[in-house]
């Protein structure tokens, strides 16, 4: 057996985690797969999996080995998909990272539409607030609130989301209601940290023409963004957040908007990718798709009075 299709069996023993789901989802024999296996670790002089009468576990050398077939599977579709013709339904495997509030209240509400234009394609979405590294994760491409400081990644700016200021109204009780930025000396604010950073608790906001930072003592401070809606929540202080994540709360009155004539500054959202002159089929509609929804989802939301644009 060829030494691609032995990388395309390891990648389906990786994933569906048996030999036998592997050799069922490939139409190949339990026997074929395990021996193309035993082969493969033979070649590569490593051990891939740790087998037992009830489970199949992947050793460290494997998940590196997985990382690394996954691009090569992946640029090999893409180089067969330059000379396919451009009708031919887009289909496989797209993995896709984004913070937690995109995706449960953008993306995953809005994709029943992209299955039914594309239900070849097969998604893998990731809800994290923190930076990745595709190659080792094995990403296709990620949606992230910062512009790419990589210079081996091309980005694509998708939108703006308003962010606001809010809190609890227990906090609020207790501490009063700032009407101005001048209130704010006597407030306390929920620290976020990001991970292998050190942490600052201080609040932006455009005014003068420009972004003011006013740093507030914290008693509290958390990474992640469910984590930090929570702890706002809970009334430990100030929070900035976009208004797409805390839709609900507000609506429910568990957090209050506070100093709605000083916005933060809005956060951008960043589409980004491996560079290369052709994308995969399967990854160009996924690009192209989040680009469409976002820009029309803005267009709705402005005719609704909230404050939202693309930037191509």
């Given at each position: 057996?060829?030494?691609?299709?032995?990388?395309?069996?390891?990648?389906?023993?990786?994933?569906?985690?048996?030999?036998?789901?592997?050799?069922?989802d490939l139409d190949l024999p339990r026997a074929t797969v395990s021996t193309t296996l035993k082969r493969l670790e033979q070649r590569l002089g490593v051990r891939l999996f740790l087998r037992t009468t009830r489970q199949v576990k992947i050793t460290e050398e494997g998940k590196i080995y997985y990382q690394r077939c996954l691009h090569l599977l992946a640029a090999l579709e893409e180089t067969d998909a330059l000379f396919a013709h451009h009708q031919i339904q887009p289909s496989g495997t797209v993995r896709i990272?984004?913070?937690?509030?995109?995706?449960?209240?953008?993306?995953?509400?809005?994709?029943?539409?992209?299955?039914?234009?594309?239900?070849?394609?097969?998604?893998?979405?990731?809800?994290?607030?923190?930076a990745i590294n595709l190659l080792d994760q094995?990403?296709?491409?990620?949606?992230?609130?910062?512009?790419?400081?990589?210079?081996?990644?091309?980005?694509?700016?998708?939108?703006?989301?308003?962010?606001?200021?809010?809190?609890?109204?227990?906090?609020?009780?207790?501490?009063?209601?700032?009407?101005?930025?001048?209130?704010?000396?006597?407030?306390?604010?929920?620290?976020?940290?990001?991970?292998?950073?050190?942490?600052?608790?201080h609040l932006e906001f455009v005014a003068g023409g420009g972004t003011e930072k006013i740093y507030l003592s914290s008693a509290l401070t958390v990474s992640g963004a469910d984590a930090y809606v929570a702890a706002g929540k809970a009334g430990f202080g100030l929070i900035q957040v976009s208004k797409l994540a805390v839709e609900q709360e507000l609506a429910l009155g568990t957090l209050i908007e506070v100093l709605p004539d000083v916005l933060p500054p809005p956060m951008p959202l960043y589409i980004m990718y491996p560079p290369g002159r052709f994308l995969a089929p399967r990854i160009r509609v996924l690009l192209d798709w989040l680009i469409t929804l976002f820009s029309a989802q803005n267009c709705a939301a402005e005719q609704k009075g909230l404050n939202g644009k693309i930037v191509e």
């Open positions: 057996m060829d030494q691609v299709q032995a990388m395309k069996i390891f990648v389906r023993i990786a994933e569906l985690e048996s030999f036998s789901r592997a050799a069922e990272d984004m913070p937690h509030s995109v995706a449960r209240e953008r993306v995953i509400p809005s994709l029943k539409e992209f299955y039914q234009r594309y239900p070849q394609i097969n998604l893998i979405l990731s809800a994290n607030d923190n094995g990403v296709d491409c990620v949606v992230r609130a910062w512009p790419s400081e990589d210079d081996n990644l091309q980005s694509r700016h998708l939108t703006d989301l308003v962010q606001i200021t809010c809190a609890s109204a227990a906090y609020l009780t207790q501490f009063g209601t700032p009407l101005t930025l001048a209130d704010l000396s006597t407030h306390h604010a929920v620290g976020y940290f990001f991970a292998h950073q050190r942490a600052e608790t």
